[in-house]
C-alpha cells in the first residue's frame, strides 16, 4: 500500500512536500471515516484510504508558524501537548528542546479551567523538589523517604512540563485533536489561541490554525515538531546575541 521513497521522488513530489511524504504526512484514514470538514484536503484514494494534498499541508504549515512566530515574539507562552502513548517521550524531547512547556503524561482536567487549584499542586511539586536537592527530606526515615520519592516521580509525570509555568498560557499546540480533545475544550473556553495537526478524521473548524497531517505515524509528527522548533528557536534571541 505503501509508496516506496524512489517512487515518490521521483513521480508525485518535489521540495518540500517530497520530505513530508517520505514522513508520510499524507496518509489519512479509511474513506468512511473521512470528515466532511477535511475532504477540501483529499489529493487522491488508494486502496480505500485518502491521502492528503501536501500542498495545502505546507501552506497550513505556513500559516501556522507565522502565527507561532508572532505569538511567541510578543511574549506570550505556547503549551505543547501530546499525550498519545507513541507521542508522549516525542512531546518531552521537543517541549525541552524548544524551551516550551508541555503536557506528555495525560491531560488532567482542569487544567486551564481550574487554573488556581492546579498551580497550588505544581508549586507543592517545586518545593517538595526543592526539600529533596536541600537535603531537607534526609530527617525522615527511609520508608518514608521511599514514599516520598515514589510521589515526587508520579508529581513529575504529571507536572514536570509545566513547573516552571508562572502563569496560564496563552496558546496550546496539540498534536492529536481526539486524544486531546479535552485540552483543546479548556483552552477554547479560555479564549486561547489553539494549533493542532488534524488527521482526516476530524473537524478543525473550531481551533483557529490546523495542519492538515498523519497525526499516528511517528515520523510525521517528528517532521511538523522539527518545523516548529526551526520557528521557536529563531526567535529566541539569546541577550548575548543582541550586543
Given at each position: ?120 499542586r505544581v508549586l507543592y511539586f517545586r518545593d517538595l523538589e526543592k526539600k ?112
Amino acid at each position: 500500500m505503501l509508496e516506496t521513497k524512489e517512487k515518490i521522488k521521483k513521480d508525485e513530489y518535489k521540495g518540500e512536500t517530497e520530505k513530508m511524504a517520505i514522513a508520510g504526512l499524507h496518509f489519512g484514514h479509511k474513506t468512511s471515516k473521512t470528515h466532511p470538514k477535511m475532504k477540501q484536503f483529499v489529493s487522491s484514494t488508494r486502496n480505500g484510504i485518502h491521502h492528503i494534498d501536501l500542498d495545502k499541508t505546507e501552506e497550513k504549515i505556513k500559516e501556522a508558524m507565522e502565527a507561532v512566530k508572532e505569538l511567541l515574539a510578543s511574549g506570550k507562552v505556547l503549551l505543547l501537548v501530546g499525550t498519545k502513548i507513541q507521542m508522549k517521550s516525542l512531546t518531552k524531547q521537543y517541549g525541552i528542546a524548544m524551551g516550551l512547556p508541555y503536557v506528555n503524561y495525560r491531560w488532567l482536567g482542569g487544567t486551564f479551567s481550574n487554573y488556581d487549584t492546579m498551580r497550588k499542586r505544581v508549586l507543592y511539586f517545586r518545593d517538595l523538589e526543592k526539600k529533596k536537592t536541600d537535603g531537607e527530606l534526609e530527617k525522615y526515615t527511609k520508608k518514608e523517604r521511599l514514599l516520598i520519592d515514589k510521589k515526587l516521580r508520579d508529581l513529575e509525570n504529571r507536572f514536570g512540563g509545566i513547573k516552571s509555568l508562572d502563569k496560564m498560557p496563552d496558546a496550546v499546540f496539540v498534536l492529536d485533536m481526539k486524544k486531546d480533545a479535552f485540552a483543546i475544550k479548556e483552552a477554547l473556553d479560555k479564549k486561547m489561541k489553539v494549533f493542532c495537526i488534524a488527521d482526516m478524521d476530524v473537524d478543525p473548524s473550531a481551533v483557529d490554525y490546523f495542519i492538515p497531517a498523519n497525526d499516528d505515524a511517528i515520523n510525521s509528527v517528528r517532521y511538523i515538531l522539527e518545523r516548529l522548533k526551526e520557528t521557536v528557536l529563531s526567535i529566541q534571541v539569546k541577550p548575548a546575541d543582541k550586543e
